[in-house]
């Protein structure tokens, strides 16, 4: 399981650009974590200029991608996943690498609730572990 937010500037997260990014994250996390094509969970967050700060030497592209996901990934899976995003987002997105914060907030499966139990009790279709 991973759920995606992506934080930027309602001018700049359009109903197309949305769309784009989903593909290209979901893309990312199927090659690189190995989740099901069917698995796509994300959420947009277009802020008004008054209520997302970020430093100076950032554009008004700025753009926070937050991914919580099970623990049990390997070092190199998640790896993959962050170069995987740079890469694509600044070939088919044109926003660079000091554009993107990529950040992935781990927990238990025993932290999260998936269809009335707890994850840990209930039997995925896919491997978490790559």
């Not at 099901?36 to 209520?51: N, Q, S």
């Amino acid at each position: 399981m991973a759920q995606v937010k992506v934080y930027g500037l309602r001018e700049h997260l359009d109903a197309p650009t949305k769309a784009r990014m989903s593909g290209e994250i979901h893309a990312c996390a199927v090659e690189a974590l190995g989740l099901p094509e069917r698995k796509r969970f994300h959420r947009f967050f277009a802020l008004e200029k008054e209520d997302f700060f970020y430093p100076e030497s950032r554009s008004e592209r700025y753009t926070i991608l937050e991914s919580s996901m099970f623990e049990g990934r390997s070092e190199g899976a998640k790896k993959a996943l962050v170069r995987l995003l740079y890469k694509r987002f600044g070939e088919n997105l044109g926003i660079g690498p000091e554009d993107l914060k990529v950040t992935i907030i781990e927990s238990p499966r025993a932290n999260w609730g998936i269809r009335g139990l707890p994850a840990d009790e209930i039997g995925l279709d896919y491997t978490v572990e790559v």
